[in-house]
């Protein structure tokens, strides 16, 4: 087929406008890659502990609240979850995982191996008892200090707890959701597989599928997110965002994604610690049905349910970190949408 000079003009105008279009999708990329870099390689430090290396932050006065982060996370995450805490006066730990950031994922990588090295790291900080804040995937290991070090604790906060509870392999939502079993679906498994490999795929996962982002790796309904204040909605984003980068968090989150599907339950009935456990019923990692088993089995432990609001607590963010701070400080927060 011959191509007339008009046309030549237009296939060198459209060449030109893609060679435009992918320099500056790049640089966009690489400025938001890099931002991300400069934000995890400050604010933190490694110490070498009986456990091995571990990363953690250490940020404000007052009493101690050690804070495990979820899975995509890190002492990044960490330290955004527990800002309302620092605000009202206490002081957090943050920790990075096994796998995430710059602490090493060993050959055990087990919650049990993961709540000794929060005791190690403890023993450096020379902090005999902390209160202790599981998020998510961080709940198993925050789980396990109470049991296996039970005089290291105060008090345990678990948040949209990844946890046992019976009868949740029979449990799912649509094929097109994350299943309530804590099995993935086929989309999730291709957003992961496809996403968390590569720090550009996931960067224009953020740009390209916000809305499956949303539903599946932070298991939030997108309707939650579209009603959420745009406090919230900014937050959501942010924490999507904030999984940059994701090379340095690859192996805390393949190793979180093996562990819990098969999480055994807990010898719940020892933890003697005062406990609180808040989810949301419609969370789509369904760690309401966990939350709940939880609180039943810890003695004089108390659940915060919310009915929508999905992983994130989107809606409820504020109301929980009042029953978090209420908890800690030992007083009572007026009660929000409690479901027992």
Partial sequence: MRVTGNGRVALTILGALLVVFVALTYSGYRRDLGAARVRVSSG???????????????????????????????????????????????RVIAVSRFGYLRTPLPADASPIAQANAHACLLDVLKLERVAVIGGSAGA???????????????????????????GRAELS??????????????????????????????????????????????GTPVEDFRT??????????????????????????????TIGPSLPRYDLERIRVPTLLISAEDDLYGTFLSARYTAEHI?????????????????????????????????????????K
């Avoid at 091995?52 to 495990?68: K, R, T």
């Avoid at 204040?229 to 393949?254: C, D, F, K, T």
Wanted: aromatic fraction near 6%; proline fraction near 7%; include cysteine.
């Fill in 44 to 90: 933190s430090q490694v110490v070498n502990t009986a456990c091995g290396s571990i990363e953690y932050a250490d940020v404000g006065q007052g009493p101690p609240v050690l804070v495990v982060h979820g899975a995509g996370g890190g002492f990044d995450q960490g330290l955004e979850v527990a800002q309302p805490l620092i605000d009202r006066g206490l």
């Fill in 140 to 166: 198993p290991s925050a789980m396990q200090l109470c049991l296996r070090h039970p005089e290291r604790c105060t008090a345990l906060v678990l948040l949209f707890p990844l946890a046992f509870a019976p």
């Fill in 173 to 218: 939502r649509a094929p097109d959701s994350v299943r309530l079993a804590g099995q993935p679906s086929l989309l999730f498994t291709l957003m992961i597989k496809t996403t968390l490999h590569s720090d550009f795929l996931f960067w224009a996962a953020t740009k390209l599928a916000r809305n499956t982002l949303v539903k599946t790796v932070l």
């Fill in 228 to 257: 959420a204040p745009r406090e919230e909605q900014v937050r959501a984003l942010q924490i999507m965002r904030n999984i940059l980068p994701v090379s340095q968090r690859e192996r805390g989150i393949w190793n979180d994604a």
């Fill in 299 to 339: 003695p004089g432990a108390r659940f915060v349910g919310y009915p929508t609001g999905g992983h994130l607590l989107l809606g409820h963010w504020k109301e929980a970190g009042a029953e978090v701070a209420g908890f800690l400080s030992g007083q009572s927060p007026e009660e929000h949408s409690i479901t």
